[in-house]
């Protein structure tokens, strides 16, 4: 996907992305720099880190790494407090961390393993995370959250995958709407919920889902990582200050 030329809409924002080192996060920090926000990228890895700070640095925008395992609660509490030290505060929290049961070891794990990386590490750090942030931004007159959604959640998907993301995603998207409510009016909380994004497991899927994908999806391809970046950048930019307690669907029109 060519990039679109820079611009400086989010110039001056402080953020931070969770889950930042590859697929939709990596592609949200790239497009926050490419708006002139600066980025503090979350990883579990330094290499992978330190690769994605490597493509931001000489955008003018400042940049820098936080590592942390969200399976382990202290290092996520210390990832808010590092993260909230750095720039002295921040104006815009991406959650969009993820635990990856599709590809590498994932696929081999037991029903019961997978719920419980996911759950541990798409809500219950989610969950935490965001409302330590959140408390900070109301203590310092504003800020924007963005999470983590899935399009299916709402209606439904066949299948083990479909079971475990529609209870992981549903939750983190009720959440997102009470969450909204519990810190307005200072503090946008919303949520994007991506339909078939070509990530990881979308680049090596069967031909039996790629065909699926384009039957269920009206704009007849699937969705990019920037696809959704772009929409996370408009819900923490200046043009969404209407908007709190929404479920953005990013995913082609797809209505199921």
Not at 16 to 35: D, K, M
Request: hydrophobic content about 50%; some cysteine.
């Amino acid at each position: 996907m060519l990039e679109p030329p820079a611009d400086a809409s989010l110039r001056g924002l402080r953020c931070a992305v969770v889950g930042a080192t590859s697929g939709i996060g990596r592609a949200t920090a790239l497009a926050l720099a490419h708006a002139g926000a600066d980025v503090i990228v979350h990883g579990r890895k330094l290499d992978a880190a330190v690769k994605v700070v490597q493509e931001i640095e000489g955008r003018g925008v400042r940049v820098a790494s936080i590592l942390a395992d969200l399976r382990s609660r202290e290092q996520g509490d210390r990832l808010v407090a590092n993260a909230w030290k750095l720039w002295s505060g921040l104006d815009a929290w991406i959650h969009f961390a993820g635990a990856d049961v599709l590809t590498g070891d994932g696929p081999g794990l037991s029903f019961e393993a997978k719920l419980d990386l996911l759950w541990e590490v798409d809500v219950v750090a989610a969950i935490r995370l965001c409302r330590d942030v959140g408390r900070r931004m109301v203590a310092e007159g504003g800020g924007s959250i963005v999470t983590m959604g899935w399009d299916q959640a709402e209606t439904g998907m066949e299948g083990e995958s479909g079971e475990l993301f529609s209870a992981i995603k549903g939750a983190v998207m009720a959440f997102t709407r009470s969450l909204a409510l519990s810190l307005a009016p200072s503090v946008r909380v919303n949520a994007v919920a991506p339909g078939w994004i070509r990530t990881a497991w979308g680049e090596t899927a069967p031909a039996e889902w790629q065909d699926r994908v384009l039957r269920e999806t009206p704009l007849h391809r699937w969705g990019e990582p920037e696809d959704v970046a772009n929409a996370a950048a408009f819900l923490v930019g200046p043009a969404s200050s209407f908007l709190t307690g929404q479920i953005l669907r990013v995913n082609g029109g797809a209505i199921r």
